[in-house]
């Protein structure tokens, strides 16, 4: 196929470049004893952060001295340390957020919660990669305010960095973690990565064996990089839906969902898919989808968000049979608020078009970069993108991007081979975006590794606060860095179960309680609670069909929400303990319901249709996890609210920020996502 006219970046490839790498790197130092060690010099207390210390470690930006015009010229990387909570008898751990384009000093304090595992007796240090944060950040502020088309960004933006556009490769990055570490005073470091991060560390690995103690990779990229192509992704593709419905958690929905995804892969050839989204002010609103599209759903949302996966076996269902909204959610066009996208799209795509391995040589020129770019393309397999096309291959490519990229004058592969040491693989199930078959590749190439497959988690296990996922990666961590045998964690079950096939009337409805359309009403109604529910853990605030809602996870306040086709939803609802009131318009019985939902039983008491009800209904499976486990999550204290249940919907205890919505996203997502 031909490459011209094909190359482009949609909304959902913008987004799928700056998330591809949502990770974060962690080096364990390992340093004789004292029991404590002294605050590095150089160092004060950090303003901004309760317990951290402050300082720089200064490193060149070409460390081979082979380019003149930037001799002498230096990036002064931002470092943060804390020291261990018991004695730093075992080192010290040292944080690196990845993207490439992401600071890490800003999660400090999370990186603090997250590895706490580890921190009893290793200190902490944190510190922006070079061209981020406050390490010199990269930036192209004339091509991202002036630039028309992908080509002009590109060009534009190699322009404004210079012959300093080489030097901000992996290569680089692996070599600042050994400046840090030579800097404090450590000798052998254990590197803990995530995603884009267990490829710097496999590097470090291999470029200061002596100096490497052990790795630890959670969400493995692969050894040589990322494929320019994705063939792992697209071969990974039958096997994340298969993890995602296994022990029957898709009866009744889907005997098989990589089949629907065949059928809707079909139908989105040509013009695409057809498909309807609200948006942020609760219009709906119709749009397109591609191929491109629905792959890049199945690699990134999918991988990166629990209810994102709970709902696609359903609403590939509800599309084949004709309804288009709950594809259309998962699928809708978001546009990036990131103050920083600039930023971090230059970096990424300095680093990107340095580290990934091109079928051209950097010096081709644009016509053949073409050229060996179609032939490497059509001689793949159609077979190793099914059910997809090779067009999708290209699209979601980073062929878009570096095709433009100029020349670079160094050499940033490693070629030294892994040494031989302790290895842990942490692996989620259902992570497209870094898929298992990589993992197992580079576990291969480390004689000592061990691998932990966590079923029902996504990409960055280490990430996962959903229960009981998070128990799972805290115990093999504390075995790993215990030095202790780790257990299988086969234990684990999903958060939010596989969602039914949302109804598509009024009349597919189930009567709740009552008979008729009261019942049907009520079964509407606690459909929608249930769908803003999850709806609010997943980062967003509109309805299926329509209306909008604000607020904190504490006091929701739904503005004619439409779930079933229409049935209009208004009022307040507490996500956290499941208490809400609300009036029902439309199609159905009109009336105004409280609700009470607990962990059993929910209680639906009001007026519908004119006509006093009272009811108690067994609480949804997803519905019942949220009542159970949310509270935790949040960090919220129920003792209070459980025992005057109605104040609880109007009053936030101040151990809840306000944005209820903000905090559970930041958990959700956790450092990485």
């Given at each position: 196929?031909?490459?011209?006219?094909?190359?482009?970046?949609?909304?959902?490839?913008?987004?799928?470049?700056?998330?591809?790498?949502?990770?974060?790197?962690?080096?364990?130092?390992a340093?004789?004893?004292?029991?404590?060690?002294?605050?590095?010099?150089?160092?004060?207390?950090?303003?901004?952060?309760?317990?951290?210390?402050?300082?720089?470690?200064?490193?060149?930006?070409?460390?081979?001295?082979?380019?003149?015009?930037?001799?002498?010229?230096?990036?002064?990387?931002?470092?943060?340390?804390?020291?261990?909570t018991?004695?730093?008898?075992?080192?010290?751990?040292?944080?690196?957020?990845?993207?490439?384009?992401?600071?890490?000093?800003?999660?400090?304090?999370?990186?603090?919660?997250?590895?706490?595992?580890?921190?009893?007796?290793?200190?902490?240090?944190v510190?922006?990669?070079?061209?981020?944060?406050?390490?010199?950040?990269?930036?192209?502020?004339?091509?991202?305010?002036?630039?028309?088309?992908?080509?002009?960004?590109?060009?534009?933006?190699?322009?404004?960095?210079?012959?300093?556009r080489?030097?901000?490769?992996?290569?680089?990055?692996?070599?600042?973690?050994?400046?840090?570490?030579?800097?404090?005073?450590?000798?052998?470091?254990?590197?803990?990565?995530?995603?884009?991060?267990?490829?710097?560390?496999?590097?470090?690995?291999?470029?200061?064996?002596?100096?490497?103690?052990?790795?630890?990779?959670?969400?493995?990229?692969?050894?040589?990089?990322?494929?320019?192509?994705?063939?792992?992704?697209?071969?990974?593709?039958?096997?994340?839906?298969?993890?995602?419905?296994?022990?029957?958690?898709?009866?009744?929905?889907?005997?098989?969902?990589?089949?629907?995804?065949?059928?809707?892969?079909?139908?989105?050839?040509?013009?695409?898919?057809?498909?309807?989204?609200?948006?942020?002010?609760?219009?709906?609103?119709?749009?397109?989808?591609?191929?491109?599209?629905?792959?890049?759903?199945?690699?990134?949302?999918?991988?990166?968000?629990?209810?994102?996966?709970?709902?696609?076996?359903?609403?590939?269902?509800?599309?084949?049979?004709?309804?288009?909204?709950?594809?259309?959610?998962?699928l809708?066009?978001?546009?990036?608020?990131?103050?920083?996208?600039?930023?971090?799209?230059?970096?990424?795509?300095?680093?990107?078009?340095?580290?990934?391995?091109?079928?051209?040589?950097?010096?081709?020129?644009?016509?053949?970069?073409?050229?060996?770019?179609?032939?490497?393309?059509?001689?793949?397999?159609?077979?190793?993108?099914?059910?997809?096309?090779?067009?999708?291959?290209?699209?979601?490519?980073n062929?878009?991007?570096?095709?433009?990229?100029?020349?670079?004058?160094?050499?940033?592969?490693?070629?030294?081979?892994?040494?031989?040491?302790?290895?842990?693989?942490?692996?989620?199930?259902?992570?497209?975006?870094?898929?298992?078959?990589?993992?197992?590749?580079?576990?291969?190439?480390?004689?000592?590794?061990?691998r932990?497959?966590?079923?029902?988690?996504?990409?960055?296990?280490?990430?996962?606060?959903?229960?009981?996922?998070?128990?799972?990666?805290?115990?093999?961590?504390?075995?790993?860095?215990?030095?202790?045998s780790?257990?299988?964690?086969?234990?684990?079950?999903?958060?939010?179960?596989?969602?039914?096939?949302?109804?598509?009337?009024?009349?597919?409805?189930?009567?709740?309680?009552v008979?008729?359309?009261?019942?049907?009403?009520?079964?509407?109604?606690?459909?929608?609670?249930?769908?803003?529910?999850?709806?609010?853990?997943?980062?967003?605030?509109?309805?299926?069909?329509?209306?909008?809602?604000?607020?904190?996870?504490?006091?929701?306040?739904?503005?004619?929400?439409?779930?079933?086709?229409?049935?209009?939803?208004?009022?307040?609802?507490?996500?956290?303990?499941?208490?809400?009131?609300?009036?029902?318009?439309?199609?159905?019985?009109?009336?105004?319901?409280?609700?009470?939902?607990?962990?059993?039983?929910?209680?639906?008491?009001?007026?519908?249709?004119?006509?006093p009800?009272?009811?108690?209904?067994?609480?949804?499976?997803?519905?019942?996890?949220v009542?159970?486990?949310?509270?935790?999550?949040?960090?919220?204290?129920?003792?209070?609210?459980?025992?005057g249940?109605?104040s609880?919907?109007?009053?936030?205890?101040?151990?809840?920020?306000?944005?209820?919505?903000?905090?559970?996203?930041?958990?959700?997502?956790?450092?990485?996502?």
């Open positions: 196929m031909s490459l011209r006219g094909s190359i482009h970046v949609s909304g959902r490839r913008a987004r799928l470049i700056l998330a591809f790498f949502p990770a974060a790197v962690a080096v364990v130092l340093i004789p004893a004292p029991a404590q060690a002294a605050v590095p010099v150089g160092f004060l207390p950090c303003p901004s952060v309760s317990g951290f210390y402050c300082g720089t470690v200064t490193v060149p930006i070409d460390r081979s001295g082979t380019v003149p015009v930037l001799v002498g010229k230096t990036i002064a990387l931002h470092v943060m340390w804390k020291p261990a018991v004695a730093d008898t075992d080192g010290a751990l040292f944080a690196l957020a990845g993207g490439p384009g992401q600071a890490a000093t800003p999660f400090a304090a999370d990186f603090s919660l997250a590895l706490a595992p580890a921190l009893g007796t290793r200190d902490l240090v510190f922006d990669q070079r061209g981020t944060g406050e390490s010199g950040p990269l930036d192209c502020p004339g091509a991202m305010s002036s630039a028309t088309s992908l080509q002009q960004f590109v060009e534009m933006c190699a322009v404004e960095l210079g012959p300093a080489d030097f901000f490769s992996s290569k680089d990055s692996a070599e600042d973690i050994d400046a840090v570490r030579q800097a404090i005073g450590i000798d052998r470091v254990t590197i803990f990565g995530v995603s884009y991060g267990t490829y710097v560390a496999q590097l470090y690995s291999r470029l200061f064996p002596t100096h490497t103690a052990a790795l630890v990779l959670d969400s493995v990229v692969s050894s040589t990089g990322v494929d320019t192509f994705s063939r792992s992704n697209f071969a990974a593709v039958p096997k994340v839906l298969a993890a995602n419905c296994a022990r029957k958690l898709c009866q009744g929905i889907t005997a098989n969902p990589f089949a629907d995804l065949a059928r809707m892969a079909k139908r989105a050839g040509g013009s695409g898919i057809a498909l309807n989204y609200v948006d942020q002010t609760g219009t709906p609103r119709p749009f397109r989808a591609s191929e491109a599209d629905l792959f890049g759903f199945v690699v990134e949302t999918f991988s990166l968000d629990a209810v994102a996966r709970a709902r696609f076996p359903a609403a590939l269902r509800s599309a084949l049979a004709g309804d288009s909204y709950p594809l259309g959610r998962l809708a066009p978001v546009t990036s608020s990131s103050s920083n996208s600039g930023a971090g799209m230059a970096l990424y795509t300095a680093t990107s078009c340095t580290d990934t391995r091109f079928p051209w040589s950097p010096s081709d020129t644009l016509s053949v970069r073409e050229a060996k770019a179609t032939t490497a393309l059509d001689a793949i397999p159609a077979s190793a993108y099914s059910p997809f096309t090779s067009a999708t291959g290209l699209a979601i490519s062929i878009g991007l570096c095709i433009y990229w100029p020349a670079s004058s160094v050499d940033s592969s490693v070629t030294a081979p892994a040494p031989d040491i302790s290895v842990l693989v942490l692996d989620g199930l259902e992570d497209d975006l870094t898929p298992l078959s990589d993992a197992g590749a580079v576990a291969a190439l480390y004689p000592h590794a061990v932990v497959n966590v079923p029902f988690t996504g990409h960055s296990a280490i990430s996962d606060v959903w229960p009981n996922a998070d128990t799972c990666v805290e115990s093999s961590l504390t075995h790993f860095f215990t030095n202790t780790i257990p299988s964690c086969s234990f684990v079950t999903p958060f939010f179960r596989p969602v039914r096939v949302d109804p598509g009337s009024l009349a597919s409805v189930k009567p709740v309680r008979k008729g359309i009261r019942g049907r009403t009520i079964g509407a109604v606690l459909g929608t609670l249930s769908d803003v529910t999850a709806t609010a853990l997943s980062g967003s605030d509109t309805g299926l069909r329509g209306g909008i809602f604000t607020g904190s996870l504490l006091k929701l306040r739904l503005r004619k929400l439409v779930y079933v086709p229409g049935v209009v939803v208004s009022g307040t609802y507490n996500a956290v303990t499941g208490i809400g009131t609300v009036t029902v318009t439309g199609v159905g019985s009109h009336g105004t319901l409280s609700v009470d939902r607990g962990k059993k039983y929910t209680t639906v008491t009001g007026r519908l249709g004119k006509k009800l009272r009811i108690r209904v067994r609480t949804a499976a997803n519905d019942a996890k009542e159970v486990q949310l509270p935790r999550l949040i960090g919220l204290n129920l003792v209070s609210t459980r025992v249940r109605s609880a919907s109007t009053a936030a205890p101040s151990s809840v920020p306000p944005n209820g919505l903000e905090t559970l996203a930041r958990l959700r997502s956790g450092l990485w996502g």
